[in-house]
Nanobody
Framework: QAQLVESGGGVVQAGGSLRLSCAAS????????MAWFRQAPGKEREFVAR????????YYADFVKGRFTISRDSAENSVYLQMNSLKPEDTAIYYC???????????????????WGQGTQVTVSS
């Protein structure tokens, strides 16, 4: 059974950094587009970043441009999110997601993604 497992969350002070990891198992996700979403308490799940299967194309939400970097290692069947210059408003549960199509219109829509991890909590203190 295909499974995505996130790790790397934690508590960090504003201005600090964290690196989230998402390990895939049960199938090879090398041909899948991978994405990160986040959900803060009382808010809807929102798109953070996406990377294509070969890593050639990335796409970010405006609020993380220049601060977050998505990457992947197909050999490790993993995707990463390097988060720098963290702000208190970045506090949320971060989820990894996958879809078996690289290019589609509603990249930011969580309903477009078939596989999801259980999430990892990121808390940024002021």
């Amino acid at each position: 059974q295909a499974q995505l497992v996130e790790s790397g969350g934690g508590v960090v002070q504003a201005g600090g950094s964290l690196r989230l990891s998402c390990a895939a198992s049960g199938r090879t996700f090398s041909s899948y587009a991978m994405a990160w979403f986040r959900q803060a308490p009382g808010k809807e799940r929102e798109f953070v970043a996406r990377i294509t299967s070969n890593g050639d194309f990335t796409y970010y939400a405006d609020f993380v441009k220049g601060r977050f970097t998505i990457s992947r290692d197909s050999a490790e069947n993993s995707v990463y999110l390097q988060m720098n210059s963290l702000k208190p408003e970045d506090t949320a549960i971060y989820y990894c997601a996958a879809r078996d199509v690289n290019f589609f219109v509603r990249v930011r829509d969580p309903h477009e993604y078939r596989y999801w991890g259980q999430g990892t909590q990121v808390t940024v203190s002021s």
